[in-house]
């Protein structure tokens, strides 16, 4: 039973605590090269990196027969990768093939059950961010996207209006959020 809580090979533990040292360090060196932007999530590939880059870190920790530098090519690698798709999202237009588009749930106090559905979000799951969101009645609701990152929003305001921009890349399935003319 120790066996599950010590080291029979204290070379492996130092090796374990070398690789989380390292590995960290250069996670922390590639994040800031490249930028902010690194673990945003703003979009599902770059969540989907995120994860990749976890997975990778655990790899390097937990993997003795994976040299640490070979660990760290591959985190450079991903980095690498997500850079190279910003590039193409931003220049080439790559956010039609990479990026779901944002998904209208709710519009002007009234829930779009064809949008849920295809959204794969109950009408419960819709409720309880309402209600994270301090909604007292749904005609205070202006529009409920649901985003490319699984994030849902919550614009509410009931005399206001939203500003067309907010909703330009937005799915609406022929519904129209009026707009200030």
Not at 38 to 59: E, K, R, W, Y
Not at 65 to 73: K, V, Y
Not at 133 to 154: K, M, P
Request: net charge negative; no cysteine.
């Amino acid at each position: 039973m120790i066996e599950w809580f010590a080291p029979s090979d204290w070379t492996a533990a130092w090796r374990v605590a070398l690789g989380a040292l390292t590995g960290f360090a250069g996670l922390i060196l590639l994040a800031r090269i490249a930028g902010l932007r690194s673990f945003s999530q703003m979009s599902a590939f770059d969540f989907v990196t995120t994860v990749a880059v976890g997975s990778m870190l655990g790899t390097i920790i937990l993997t003795p027969s994976l040299p640490i530098a070979l660990g760290l090519i591959g985190l450079a690698a991903l980095f690498a990768i997500q850079e190279i798709s910003a590039m193409a999202r931003k220049r080439w237009r790559g956010e039609v093939v990479m990026d779901n588009k944002p998904l209208l749930l709710m519009e002007r106090g009234e829930i779009l059950f064809e949008n849920l559905k295809a959204a794969k979000v109950t009408e419960h799951d819709l409720y309880a961010k309402l209600r994270s969101e301090n909604i007292h009645r749904l005609e205070e609701v202006q529009a409920v996207v649901f985003e490319t990152t699984g994030d849902v929003s919550v614009l509410h305001g009931k005399d206001m209006e939203i500003e067309p921009a907010l909703l330009d890349n937005v799915r609406r399935s022929g519904s129209a959020i009026p707009t200030s003319g």
